[in-house]
């Protein structure tokens, strides 16, 4: 397409080339037909200026340079016109030429081939200025970067290279793609490649960091062809790629879109973490343990229930035990309000998340107290039937490998063995009463 946006070239296997203008109906009508190679037409490319001249190369070894400011804008003539007189043509590689493309500024045009070369050449007198060689196979596509004096190249040795146009010197080789890469541009105004292969991958790399930053897998064809919009233009990057299966994929960049939701994010946490330090300070356990839990933060929501149990001296269970039973034990305190508060919470924001902290928070004797504490009030603040109701809404939600059934024979397993634990220490405790009695009896 030109710089215009009105007027197409198009390469065909037929050795020509046709240029085509779009009518207001939206169709295309052909101008002229541009011949005179002497094998298929590989590639062609309006340049990006104004215009006014086309490039062509062909799988007769040639490069070839059109006039077509004299047709451009201009009264469709009664007859398609055929031209077959080139303003220049040039001998360009011993294989077949599988790319032509031309700079920005118009001065210079490449050339990639089977014979794996680069060649750039002076867009006035069609004479070459360098070759750029390094590829281990055939260069299937070339781009110049917008804004720098570089040039990268896809090829079929699986790389990408960049080069610089001044010295022709091999600067940086990004490799990662698995197969022969066919495509390749520029993104974000030259800081970016974006590549696709023959496997149907496409990746973005990063120019300065020299690394793969995304890789998409859209495509099952080969990617043939990538085109990207002008961001200046457009007010944001677009790409476009398709492949030999017919499909055309659209690509929007969204890098600054994620960069700003992490600052608000990040923003929001700084915030709300804040607001959870206010609430330890102020002895707000309760509303400290529900923001923590909406943060996601395991560490914090423990540690607001565990000064919560400390202010209220909470009094340990007594379990069950086979001795004689305790006298003047202390009263279990059953109503936990302020836990049920906050665990009636967590159930309405999100069930999966609240056994997930328990099942993390139950593999440590630690804070194993606190998970039974949690444990107990799920189960007394739950009628039997709702407990069904509470397995859809988990796996509703639930993004976790581990099923309701498998995450509830994991509490109940780690809730065994801390039953276990504490009943062979309160029989030890048991062995201290023994020996301080008879001390008592042999004294008496």
């Known amino acids: 397409i030109d710089v215009f946006g009105n007027h197409v070239i198009s390469s065909s296997k037929d050795n020509t080339l046709k240029l085509w203008r779009l009518k207001p109906n939206n169709n295309y009508e052909c101008l002229i037909t541009f011949q005179g190679h002497t094998g298929s037409v590989n590639s062609c490319a309006f340049s990006p200026k104004n215009g006014e001249f086309v490039a062509s190369v062909s799988e007769d070894h040639n490069v070839k340079i059109w006039d077509t400011m004299k047709f451009i804008n201009k009264p469709k003539p009664k007859n398609e016109l055929v031209v077959s007189q080139a303003i220049r043509t040039a001998f360009a590689h011993e294989k077949d030429i599988n790319c032509v493309r031309i700079s920005p500024n118009q001065k210079l045009i490449a050339t990639s081939s089977q014979d794996r070369s680069i060649k750039l050449w002076d867009a006035k007198k069609l004479q070459m200025t360098l070759q750029l060689k390094g590829h281990k196979r ?10 720098e004096k570089l040039i990268a190249s896809a090829a079929g040795d699986n790389t990408v290279k960049i080069w610089s146009t001044d010295d022709g010197s ?5 490799e990662g793609h698995i197969s022969t890469v ?3 541009k520029w993104l974000a105004l030259g800081l970016e490649l974006i590549s696709g292969s023959a496997d149907g991958i496409i990746k973005v790399w990063n ?3 020299a690394t793969c930053v995304n890789t998409f897998d859209k495509h099952e064809g080969k990617v043939w062809a990538i085109d990207v919009s002008n961001p200046l233009k457009t007010g944001k990057q677009l790409m476009l790629s398709g492949d030999n299966n017919s499909l055309l994929c659209l690509w929007e960049d969204v890098t600054k879109v994620e960069e700003k939701e992490k600052q608000e994010e990040k923003k929001k946490f700084i915030i709300n973490n804040q607001s959870y330090n206010n609430y330890l300070r102020e002895k707000k356990y309760v509303e400290a343990a529900k923001l923590a839990f909406g943060m996601n933060l395991v560490r914090g929501f423990t540690k607001a229930l565990e000064l919560l149990l400390l202010e209220k001296d909470f009094s340990t269970e007594v379990i069950y035990s086979e001795f004689e039973e305790l006298t003047n034990q202390p009263k279990f ?3 936990y309000n302020e836990i049920r508060d906050i665990v009636l919470f967590c159930l309405g924001e999100d069930i999966q998340k609240l056994l997930l902290f328990i099942r993390d928070l139950n593999t440590s004797s630690k804070y194993s107290f606190i998970s039974q504490i949690i444990l107990r009030q799920i189960i ?7 407990f069904e109701e509470l397995k859809k809404k988990y796996q509703a939600n639930s993004e976790d490998t581990i099923g309701f059934e498998k995450l509830l024979e994991v509490l109940l397993s780690y809730s065994e063995r801390h039953w276990n634990r504490i009943r062979k220490y309160i029989k030890k405790s048991y062995y201290l009463d023994f020996f301080l009695k008879n001390i008592k009896i042999l004294q008496g």
């Open 138 to 147: 055939g260069v299937w596509d070339v781009a110049f970067s917008p804004v």
């Open 170 to 174: 091999c600067l940086n080789t990004f």
């Open 182 to 184: 066919l495509s390749v």
């Open 207 to 209: 120019v300065k960091k």
């Open 333 to 335: 305190n059953t109503e």
């Open 380 to 386: 007394k603040s739950q009628k039997l039937g709702d």
